[in-house]
């Protein structure tokens, strides 16, 4: 008895912080889509939940039979009034979101955003189209009969007349097969890039050594031939710099540190090197994990590709976003052009991004349905890749709070794709992406073959998809949502304090 009244007081306590804090955002609440509301308040309950540390209490309710709270990202406060009326407790207060509600709410929005499926049992399958597709109905077609539910264009590359070819094969194909395909349009977002000088460049490449220094510069800066330096194609990244900052150049494969820092001029210190012959080449991608970027998420080339994107495509992919209010720049844009505004996916990407994922959620649902994509290509250079398997977990768990698709993207079965056979490690990070609603697969000459072997893969370890148990140490995320978006007056979340 006396166990039992102890489960119960520190239950009742997390029920009433949960409340407390939807009584805290009941303006923010009232903002969001009236179709978004449940779903922000699950959000926001789950949230609070997660700024307590739960592993004991979870302990204590597994050993006596009852329910962890180990599977509530969905319906978080329901679940610890169902517990609670296990112990005794038999009032609640107010309607709260079920599970049956939350995962119809979440097929609903998945259905929305991404179409019919044939199979009910695996997520929906993305491809991505190469130019080759504009002039191939064929093999459009193909993928279709294979099992390709959204096809995605990717806006840096190609133009309209290339991408226009290549939506009117989907839906041609669409016609003929009777299967449903949505278009995915990809925003372009900021290109930041390295150049070269032509001068001194064996073959345009820059050969560095580990713990040599070298120069980062704006792309219009002028160096001597004999001076090693790789230019920065966006201006006024260079001159954002401070020293100790990390430059992650080509994926991650050449890490430097910033030694010194002078306007458009940084010297940079190479700390490593993952290649076997290190020569660093023009037009690769630079990352700055550690710089507050003076740069905007939309581009003026995005905001160019919007009307043919509203004309033409079902869905939009928002690149590198990073904050609320460029969120709500582009549902304004997307209104203007239409009064059926383009579902949008939110791209994580970003360190600050995934820091700020609950109050993108919340922005997103000024929209009747939106959806986030776990970008795991950029976001593992920018988060380190010993983080990124943690990191993609915390998105999911915080998208199913919100009752949000998501999408599952980067170097899925990626060596498959273009060699024909899969690594080990592919096969069993394929089957975790079961956990999302969308799966998306790079381009690659054996697409079909990888369809097919997603299709069993997902097919397989879809069975096993709700069988999970967590522990609930604080989430930092949570944390860092209730301290920047504190609303005046009200009382301070825990921080990572004990719970029972």
Not at 190 to 204: D, E, Q, W, Y
Not at 260 to 274: H, I, Y
Not at 308 to 330: C, H, K, M, P, W
């Amino acid at each position: 008895m006396q166990k039992a009244n102890s489960l119960r007081e520190a239950l009742l306590a997390l029920r009433a912080d949960m409340l407390q804090v939807e009584e805290e955002y009941k303006s923010q609440l009232k903002r969001v889509h009236p179709r978004q509301r449940i779903s922000a308040r699950n959000l926001l309950h789950y949230l609070s939940l997660r700024c307590h540390d739960l592993r004991d209490l979870q302990d204590d309710l597994h050993m006596a039979g009852l329910s962890s709270l180990a599977s509530c990202e969905s319906h978080a406060l329901s679940q610890v009034e169902a517990v609670l009326q296990h112990l005794g407790s038999d009032h609640t207060e107010g309607t709260f979101c079920t599970f049956p509600i939350a995962m119809r709410l979440l097929q609903q929005r998945a259905t929305a955003l991404f179409g019919r499926k044939e199979n009910p049992h695996i997520p929906h399958l993305m491809v991505t189209f190469d130019t080759a597709m504009a002039e191939d109905y064929a093999s459009v077609k193909a993928l279709l009969l294979a099992g390709m539910n959204v096809a995605r264009i990717n806006c840096a590359h190609d133009g309209p007349e290339v991408w226009l070819a290549m939506i009117r094969h989907v839906r041609k194909a669409a016609r003929a097969t009777g299967r449903s395909c949505k278009v995915y349009m990809d925003l372009a977002g900021p290109k930041i890039r390295t150049t070269l000088p032509a001068k001194g460049r064996k073959k345009g490449r820059l050969k560095v050594r580990e713990n040599e220094c070298f120069l980062l510069t704006d792309a219009k800066v002028e160096v001597s031939p004999e001076t090693k330096a790789v230019g920065c194609t966006m201006p006024g990244i260079v001159a954002a710099l401070r020293p100790g900052d990390r430059v992650l150049i080509d994926d991650g494969l050449y890490e430097a540190v910033v030694e010194k820092a002078n306007g458009p001029v940084a010297t940079l210190r190479l700390m490593r090197a993952s290649a076997q012959k290190p020569r660093i080449k023009p037009e690769k991608g630079i990352n700055f994990p550690d710089t507050n970027l003076p740069v905007t998420s939309l581009t003026e080339y995005d905001r160019s590709v919007i009307p043919f994107a509203t004309q033409y495509a079902d869905l939009i992919g928002f690149s590198f976003v990073q904050r609320v209010e460029e969120i709500a720049e582009l549902q304004v844009l997307l209104r203007q052009q239409s009064n059926k505004p383009l579902p949008i996916v939110l791209k994580m990407e970003t360190f600050d991004a995934v820091q700020n994922l609950p109050s993108l959620l919340l922005q997103g649902m000024h929209e009747a349905v939106f959806g986030v994509m776990i970008a795991r290509g950029d976001l593992a250079v920018e988060i380190g890749f010993e983080r990124l398997s943690e990191i993609q977990e915390e998105i999911l768990w915080l998208c199913e709070a919100a009752h949000t698709p998501v999408i599952w993207a980067t170097q899925v079965l990626e060596t498959q794709a273009k060699s024909g056979v899969a690594t080990r490690s592919e096969l069993t990070d394929a089957a975790r992406a079961a956990h999302a609603e969308c799966v998306m697969l790079n381009k690659g000459r054996y697409l079909l073959a990888v369809l097919d072997s997603l299709r069993d893969i997902l097919h397989r370890s879809g069975g096993h998809h709700l069988k999970k148990r967590y522990i609930f140490r604080p989430l930092a995320i949570a944390e860092h949502f209730f301290r920047v978006t504190h609303v005046p007056g009200s009382s301070a979340r825990s921080q990572g304090r004990k719970t029972h």
